[in-house]
């Protein structure tokens, strides 16, 4: 338990009260009053600014910086752990004797890769842009068996499957999308198939349906399935009853399946090129794939961060900072490439002082907030100027090898507060902006205390660079925000 | 082409302007057309939002240039490059300078620049190496360790509001600089590089580029451990300071820093950027033609450098290609 009771600086002592409005047992009460600490895990990373101020002194050694800290302190010493396990799967490994180890090996490598081009294949034969107009009532489609064991690989081409009828599909709401920035083609679908199943109840009234070939013993359901779990759809269409709530009615639908696939063995599969009409080039390279696939072999760390620097244009071939190296040299308190970037495409250069100011509380926002309200049209064109920035600062790093994940990252921006601190620029008060947000007042508060952070360095930042104007665009912000009690250094005045 | 103040004979001149017209049409692609005066223009798109950088002014809506130059485009920035100006110091940049005042807890130093360079005390390791605050006594003992007229070496730290610089010197090959020789130079002739400190090994000489121009030649010291310099000047008296100097320096290394001292002083005549290379091969140039270390400040050396400065930068071009 951690925190202080009574006033800063004027009382030493404080009584602190426990009310629980749960049942709580003994011991976890007593864990949380007299427990241990959290461990203390290093989250320390390089950043693009550290390596530039290191490379801006002749002795800079990033490097150097890296062995010392407290991560790499943290990560030397899990290495005995680390060590004494491989030594244990190691034993592991050798004690199991296979036969023709190697062929079997070989055998092995084939499969995995056989199954990640048929995974391609139904990747983009199921997308929903083709199979949308396929997934008709009526329809016959092969689905996964549910109770496929991921963890053990299967030594066989074929998976276990079943067939279905198709009766319905719905599309998915998901909730933490914004839906109107989704297409329809985009959004993920479930399926209704009615299928053999087995239903299990499972302790306390939840109910565990389990997929099953038609042939063994079950019932006949409707279930949901994910577009994933479909392996193939039929040509052949059933006609179904309009009311399937009776179960001979199901059973007999089942039945007629059954009398199709005995007919045709096969299925009569929907041919993807001929009948769906899928066009797409990837598809076509998926398809006539034969080699392996490239692995991406990893590179270490620091040795990328510095090629990403070069290419854009940060640092010259010879490791002596450029200029843009230097104006992001200021920046440690935000992204210091998208916002350096931003700063030399002359975004910040022509908007008006309070637009510029949300355009920054972007930076400073990390918290994800449901159901944020979109910002208006003006602060939503220079936020998606914001996200093409960042797109290409991360297509660069990219193509460096460094690990980022495109979309994870310009996604890292969010426009939430925009509306909220533009407001606060224009000189509301602090009760009429907590009106147009929902988040937390102290959020709100060390966001704008963080955006005032970056603006200084802004200021020293275009200092460098020379432009007069844009530093007092800067300077006239900073005066904007600072008031109030937002900035007010102790609430007891 | 500018002005160089040597004696030159008829058929040194003509082989020096053989020489620096070859170097000319080596580089004369770049950048020819960007080169501006004052008041001329710079053409921008006017839809653009143009930053305006150093050197650039706004006059009638258009952008003129302040200073005569090269212009410089980066992204939506532009900006004029001088390229003979004043010092113009960035962090991070090694200074070398000298000792002009002791004042208090700090020494103020003559850096070739508009205002002197300020070495706060703290910035400073003590003689005893102990990392603790600095005590009236350590600011009593400030001449112990820097007196005027010293020269050092050290790095920028800051600026200070008033523009002028602060200074520090704390890591170990920083500090005082001793047996050997300054050199000023044109401050755009030293350019910001990956080291500024070089040891020539093979003559036991440090070379130091400051980036204000001003240039230390001199003995090596494996570390500049003001420790044991200060013990040694706290048994022996002051007095015999400067003879103990110059007695340690053998004769060969003293020649050795002549040599590349006044190969520094050529290349700076004749305006060739100072980079290590450079300087090496103008040393090794006097050295096979068994040049007197006098001769080399000579016309003919001067002529010969440039001679071979264009053949090897023609060399290099070729390389590349």
Same mark, same amino acid.
């Given at each position: 338990?951690?925190?202080?009771?009574?006033?800063?600086?004027?009382?030493?002592?404080?009584?602190c009260?426990?009310?629980?409005?749960?049942?709580?047992?003994?011991?976890t009460a007593?864990?949380?009053?007299?427990?241990s600490?959290?461990?203390?895990?290093?989250?320390?990373?390089?950043?693009?600014?550290?390596l530039?101020?290191?490379?801006?002194?002749?002795?800079?050694?990033p490097?150097?910086?890296?062995?010392?800290?407290?991560?790499?302190?943290?990560?030397?010493?899990?290495?005995?752990?680390?060590?004494?396990?491989?030594?244990?799967?190691?034993?592991?490994?050798?004690?199991?004797?296979?036969?023709?180890?190697?062929?079997?090996?070989?055998?092995?490598?084939?499969?995995?890769?056989?199954?990640?081009?048929?995974?391609?294949?139904?990747?983009?034969?199921?997308?929903?842009?083709?199979?949308?107009p396929?997934?008709?009532?009526?329809?016959?489609?092969?689905?996964?068996?549910?109770?496929?064991?991921?963890?053990?690989?299967?030594?066989?081409?074929e998976?276990?499957?079943?067939?279905?009828?198709?009766?319905?599909?719905?599309?998915?709401?998901?909730?933490?999308?914004?839906?109107?920035?989704?297409?329809?083609?985009?959004?993920?679908?479930?399926?209704?198939?009615?299928?053999?199943?087995?239903?299990?109840?499972?302790?306390?009234a939840?109910?565990?349906?389990?997929?099953?070939?038609?042939?063994?013993?079950?019932?006949?359901?409707?279930?949901?399935?994910?577009?994933?779990?479909?392996?193939?759809?039929?040509?052949?269409?059933?006609?179904?009853s309009k009311?399937?709530?009776?179960?001979?009615?199901?059973?007999?639908?089942?039945?007629k399946v059954?009398?199709?696939?005995?007919?045709?063995?096969?299925?009569?599969?929907?041919?993807?090129?001929?009948?769906?009409k899928?066009?797409?080039?990837?598809?076509?390279?998926?398809?006539?794939?034969?080699?392996?696939?490239?692995?991406?072999?990893?590179?270490?760390?620091i040795?990328?961060?510095?090629?990403?620097?070069?290419?854009?244009?940060?640092?010259t071939?010879?490791?002596?900072?450029?200029?843009?190296?230097?104006?992001?040299?200021?920046?440690?308190?935000?992204?210091e490439?998208?916002?350096?970037?931003?700063?030399?495409?002359?975004?910040?250069?022509?908007?008006?002082?309070?637009?510029?100011?949300?355009?920054?509380?972007?930076f400073?926002?990390?918290?994800?907030?449901?159901?944020?309200?979109k910002p208006?049209e003006?602060?939503?064109?220079?936020?998606?100027?914001?996200?093409?920035?960042?797109?290409?600062?991360?297509?660069?790093?990219?193509?460096?090898k460094?690990?980022?994940?495109?979309?994870?990252?310009?996604?890292?921006?969010?426009?939430?507060?925009?509306?909220?601190?533009?407001?606060w620029?224009?000189?509301?008060?602090?009760?009429e902006?907590?009106?147009?947000?929902?988040?937390?007042?102290?959020?709100?508060?060390?966001?704008?205390?963080?955006?005032?952070?970056?603006?200084?360095?802004?200021?020293?930042?275009?200092?460098?660079?020379?432009?007069?104007?844009?530093?007092?665009?800067?300077?006239?912000?900073?005066?904007?925000?600072?008031?109030?009690?937002?900035?007010?250094?102790?609430?007891?005045? | 082409?500018?002005?160089?103040?040597?004696?030159?004979?008829?058929?040194?001149?003509? *082989?020096?302007?053989?020489?620096? %017209? =070859?170097?000319?049409s !080596?580089?004369?692609?770049? $950048?020819? &057309? #960007?080169s501006?005066?004052?008041?001329?223009?710079?053409?921008?798109?006017?839809?653009?939002?143009?930053?305006?950088?150093?050197?650039?002014?706004?006059?009638?809506?258009?952008?003129?240039?302040?200073?005569?130059?090269?212009?410089?485009?980066?992204?939506?920035?532009?900006?004029?490059?001088?390229?003979?100006?004043?010092?113009?110091?960035?962090?991070?940049?090694?200074?070398?300078? *000298?000792?002009?005042?002791?004042? %208090? =807890?700090?020494?103020? !130093?003559?850096?070739?620049? $508009?205002? &002197? #360079?300020?070495?706060?005390?703290?910035?400073?390791?003590?003689?005893?190496?102990?990392?603790?605050?600095?005590?009236?006594?350590d600011?009593?003992?400030?001449?112990?360790?820097?007196?005027?007229?010293?020269?050092?070496?050290?790095?920028?730290?800051?600026?200070?509001?008033?523009?002028?610089?602060?200074?520090?010197?704390?890591?170990?090959?920083?500090?005082?600089?001793?047996?050997?020789?300054?050199?000023?130079?044109?401050?755009?002739?030293?350019?910001?590089?990956?080291?500024?400190?070089?040891?020539l090994?093979?003559?036991?000489?440090?070379?130091?580029?400051?980036?204000?121009?001003?240039i230390?030649?001199?003995?090596?010291?494996?570390?500049?451990?003001?420790?044991?310099?200060?013990q040694?000047?706290?048994?022996?008296?002051?007095?015999?300071?400067?003879?103990r100097?110059?007695?340690?320096?053998?004769?060969?290394?003293?020649?050795?820093i002549?040599?590349?001292?006044?190969?520094?002083?050529?290349?700076?005549?004749?305006?060739?950027?100072?980079?290590?290379?450079?300087?090496?091969?103008?040393?090794?140039?006097?050295?096979?033609l068994?040049?007197?270390?006098?001769?080399?400040?000579?016309?003919?050396?001067?002529?010969?450098?440039?001679e071979k400065?264009?053949?090897?930068?023609?060399?290099?071009?070729?390389?590349?290609?």
């Open positions: 338990m951690s925190g202080r009771a009574g006033r800063r600086g004027i009382d030493d002592r404080g009584i009260i426990l009310m629980v409005d749960e049942k709580l047992e003994p011991p007593k864990m949380m009053l007299k427990g600490a959290d461990s203390l895990n290093s989250a320390f990373h390089l950043s693009y600014n550290m530039l101020n290191q490379m801006r002194c002749e002795d800079g050694d490097e150097n910086l890296l062995r010392n800290s407290f991560y790499q302190f943290q990560a030397d010493r899990a290495i005995p752990d680390l060590e004494k396990q491989v030594k244990v799967l190691e034993e592991e490994r050798d004690s199991m004797i296979i036969e023709e180890e190697d062929n079997l090996k070989n055998y092995y490598d084939l499969i995995q890769q056989y199954k990640s081009l048929k995974k391609d294949v139904c990747d983009i034969v199921f997308s929903p842009k083709y199979c949308l396929f997934l008709q009532a009526g329809r016959i489609v092969c689905l996964q068996c549910t109770g496929i064991n991921e963890s053990s690989p299967s030594f066989s081409i998976d276990k499957v079943t067939w279905g009828v198709i009766i319905n599909f719905d599309r998915v709401k998901s909730f933490s999308e914004d839906d109107a920035s989704r297409k329809p083609e985009d959004s993920n679908y479930t399926v209704d198939v009615l299928t053999r199943c087995v239903v299990s109840r499972d302790g306390i939840k109910k565990n349906i389990k997929i099953v070939p038609l042939k063994e013993s079950g019932e006949p359901l409707v279930v949901s399935v994910s577009i994933s779990e479909i392996t193939s759809l039929s040509s052949a269409r059933l006609y179904l009311d399937l709530l009776p179960l001979e009615v199901r059973e007999n639908t089942l039945k059954l009398e199709i696939l005995s007919r045709n063995p096969t299925g009569l599969p929907l041919d993807p090129e001929g009948d769906m899928i066009q797409s080039n990837s598809y076509k390279k998926a398809v006539r794939r034969i080699e392996a696939l490239e692995h991406l072999f990893e590179k270490h760390e040795a990328n961060l510095p090629l990403s620097s070069k290419n854009s244009k940060y640092v071939s010879d490791d002596v900072v450029e200029l843009k190296g230097k104006v992001a040299c200021e920046i440690s308190s935000a992204d490439l998208t916002l350096t970037e931003l700063m030399f495409n002359g975004v910040l250069k022509d908007i008006k002082v309070e637009e510029m100011i949300s355009l920054l509380s972007c400073v926002w990390q918290e994800k907030l449901q159901d944020a309200a208006r003006e602060l939503d064109l220079l936020f998606s100027q914001l996200q093409d920035t960042a797109r290409r600062v991360a297509k660069l790093q990219l193509e460096c460094v690990q980022i994940d495109v979309e994870n990252f310009v996604s890292s921006f969010r426009p939430d507060i925009m509306e909220a601190v533009y407001a620029a224009k000189g509301s008060k602090f009760y902006i907590m009106e147009i947000t929902q988040v937390f007042e102290g959020s709100l508060i060390r966001a704008i205390r963080r955006l005032e952070e970056v603006l200084q360095q802004l200021i020293q930042a275009a200092k460098s660079i020379g432009e007069t104007e844009l530093e007092a665009k800067f300077e006239e912000a900073v005066s904007k925000i600072k008031r109030d009690i937002v900035f007010a250094a102790s609430l007891y005045l | 082409m500018r002005e160089i103040q040597l004696s030159l004979n008829q058929t040194q001149k003509i *082989r020096l302007q053989k020489a620096l %017209q =070859k170097l000319e !080596l580089h004369s692609k770049v $950048n020819s &057309d #960007a501006v005066t004052v008041a001329d223009t710079i053409p921008i798109s006017l839809e653009d939002s143009i930053l305006k950088g150093h050197g650039t002014a706004e006059r009638n809506g258009e952008v003129v240039a302040t200073v005569c130059g090269v212009v410089e485009r980066v992204n939506m920035l532009v900006y004029v490059r001088s390229l003979r100006s004043r010092f113009k110091p960035e962090i991070g940049d090694i200074i070398v300078g *000298r000792v002009v005042e002791v004042a %208090q =807890k700090r020494w103020k !130093l003559e850096i070739n620049f $508009n205002q &002197d #360079a300020v070495l706060m005390l703290s910035s400073m390791n003590l003689p005893d190496g102990i990392q603790r605050r600095r005590t009236a006594v600011e009593l003992n400030m001449r112990n360790v820097f007196e005027e007229n010293d020269v050092i070496c050290a790095e920028v730290r800051n600026f200070q509001n008033d523009g002028s610089l602060q200074l520090q010197a704390r890591s170990q090959k920083y500090g005082k600089l001793e047996k050997g020789q300054l050199l000023t130079v044109p401050p755009y002739l030293v350019k910001r590089q990956k080291q500024h400190f070089h040891h090994v093979q003559y036991g000489v440090d070379l130091i580029l400051g980036c204000n121009g001003f230390w030649v001199g003995e090596h010291c494996d570390a500049r451990d003001t420790v044991a310099e200060e040694l000047n706290n048994t022996e008296e002051q007095n015999t300071k400067s003879t100097v110059s007695e340690n320096v053998p004769l060969e290394t003293r020649r050795s002549c040599r590349v001292a006044n190969a520094v002083r050529v290349l700076s005549t004749l305006g060739f950027s100072l980079t290590l290379e450079v300087i090496l091969e103008a040393f090794n140039l006097s050295s096979t068994n040049l007197g270390i006098d001769e080399m400040l000579g016309s003919e050396f001067h002529v010969l450098v440039a400065e264009a053949e090897r930068r023609s060399s290099l071009t070729k390389k590349k290609r």
